[in-house]
């Protein structure tokens, strides 16, 4: 499908040469917007994170991709071809949180190439102009490129796998190995991903069903799945990753997630939509709606937890920026494409700018920092024997990664026991760890929480700190008498290193914290 846009064609013929430097203009200022974002979102990492950098690294140390080098395994990650992906940084000595989201952000450029390109092709300059300013002017995007989480490059290989589709709906030569290719990596990304590749997948193999090398090559890609998903389950004991198990399944939320996206992406669902009211642009329609409800369909029925900043419908904002702009460029009259565009990209510059967690998030990578980060590296800097580093912490992802010690899970996402409907307190008092980690909303424990009845798991235990992250935040550190003074000594210090260069004295969740902190960043 290739939409001759109303706005190129009303002013005459254009050259070929005047085409082709609008579009390299074009490219080139979304690209300056581009690299401007992920720099405002640089110092952001998501504490989840950590999860799957716990599992690379000890990939990469040879004890295989597990949570605890001993114990029962247990997979509490879900996106397993980037575990192994931050497995080859760590086994090349490289910072994990740098090296995932210099990956990120060359799949961000990627995908805004993709989006300049086949919007050109296919919508003209509108399309270009739509498919590439929608993305780039969506600001979750760049908390989703440096979080360190495999979100942007999973919504960078949906992208390609629906630009091959519409090639292949209009007959174009697509490579025999890459949409199976693409539907390995999407499913190994996330397992979700297969659904998403579908469509795709399923147009390619009926426009090139008589040819050998498409069967070959599609044999061959579900060779590979099944033993991928028949080693995982072997390997860990179960058919899905843990968080299916954990955290999925709550309909009243998906809901919930399903009406909140809705109006997040509604100029870009109305656009994209739009190409089903049109023969020529019909099939193309089909096939990018279908890509975004299977992307979507698990989320709808589930409602994920910890979406912050719509990390979930990032999935599939590419596709539906594409969809935009091809929407935007049939609409067949200059004044109305210009109209729409404007709506689609002014909506998602707005929707994203006034999210309601932006200010959290905006301020979350010194939060992070200075409390779980710090505490992590001052366990692992404490003169505590190897058998006696243990710790059971609720917020699994840089205390137990940096300090490297055996990790109790107490949600359950990385704990055999608990997710299989052990009781946390039961846990903890029988494996009796060196030391726990309490969140807080006060520097004062709660009765409970997360399952744990936290007096009774702190008797015997002296606190030896309570870090403030955040407002209403706290990490609260409680150890064995024997080993307290080394944990004090160790995390009081690490805190107090890091307090100085992430945003000192000031904990408010605002966004005039993250501009007063880029504001301090630029030169003079």
């Known amino acids: ?244 198990y954990v955290k999925f399944g709550d309909l009243a939320s998906g809901r919930k997630w399903t009406e909140h996206t809705f109006w997040l992406l509604l100029p870009l669902l109305v656009l994209t939509l739009s190409l089903l009211l049109r023969r020529a642009t019909r099939a193309a329609g089909g096939l990018l709606v279908a890509t975004v409800v299977l992307t979507y369909v698990t989320y709808a029925v589930s409602g994920p937890t910890m979406d912050y900043l719509d990390r979930f419908a990032d999935h599939g904002v590419p596709v539906l920026c594409l969809g935009a702009g091809l929407g935007a460029a049939a609409l067949g009259g200059r004044w109305l494409t210009a109209l729409t565009g404007v709506v689609a990209v002014g909506w998602s510059a707005v929707a994203g700018a006034t999210a309601p967690d932006l200010g959290t998030i905006a301020n979350y990578g010194p939060d992070l920092q200075r409390a779980h980060v710090a505490i992590g590296k001052g366990l692992g800097a404490a003169d505590v024997p190897e058998r006696q580093r243990t710790l059971a912490v609720g917020d699994a992802g840089a205390i137990p990664y940096y300090s490297g010690w055996q990790a109790i899970d107490y949600i359950g996402l990385n704990d055999a026991q608990i997710s299989r409907g052990a009781d946390p307190t039961e846990v903890i008092l029988k494996a009796r760890p060196t030391v726990l980690i309490i969140t807080s909303g006060a520097p004062q424990i709660p009765e409970s929480r997360y399952g744990v009845r936290n007096r009774e798991v702190t008797a015997g235990y002296q606190e030896v700190a309570a870090v403030r992250m955040r407002a209403d935040y706290f990490q609260t550190v409680w150890v064995l008498p024997e080993w307290a003074d080394t944990v004090r000594d160790h995390v009081n210090a690490a805190v107090a290193e890091a307090a100085p260069s992430n945003d000192p004295g000031r904990y408010e969740l605002t966004v005039d914290r993250w501009l007063d902190r880029l504001r301090s960043q630029l030169p003079g």
């Not at 991709?65 to 497995?87: A, I, Q």
């Not at 090398?213 to 860990?236: C, E, I, K, P």
Request: aromatic content about 14%.
């Open 1 to 244: 499908m290739t939409i001759t846009s109303t706005s190129e064609a009303a002013g005459g013929v254009e050259t070929a040469r005047p085409r082709r430097r609008a579009l390299v203009l074009t490219g080139v200022g979304l690209l300056v917007l581009f690299l401007a974002g992920a720099w405002s979102a640089w110092f952001f990492t998501i504490d989840d994170a950590f999860i799957s950098f716990r599992y690379a690294a000890n990939l990469a140390a040879g004890h295989g991709p597990v949570w605890n080098v001993t114990g029962p395994r247990v997979e509490g990650f879900t996106d397993f071809s980037w575990v192994l992906w931050s497995g080859l940084g760590s086994w090349l000595g490289l910072a994990l949180p740098l090296f995932t989201k210099m990956t990120s952000l060359v799949f961000g450029v990627l995908t805004l190439l993709m989006l300049v390109t086949t919007g050109h092709l296919r919508g003209g300059l509108a399309g270009a102009l739509v498919s590439g300013g929608a993305y780039v002017v969506f600001l979750p995007t760049y908390f989703h490129i440096t979080s360190g989480l495999e979100t942007a490059v999973f919504a960078a290989v949906l992208l390609r796998a629906a630009v091959l589709g519409l090639r292949a709906l209009d007959g174009e030569r697509v490579h025999p190995w890459e949409p199976p290719l693409l539907l390995l990596v999407l499913g190994t990304l996330r397992p979700d991903g297969v659904l998403a590749a579908l469509p795709t997948v399923a147009v390619w193999l009926w426009t090139t069903r008589r040819s050998r090398a498409t069967w070959w090559w599609t044999a061959g890609a579900a060779v590979v799945g099944a033993g991928y998903f028949g080693w995982r389950w072997q390997y860990y004991g179960q058919f899905l990753p843990n968080t299916f």
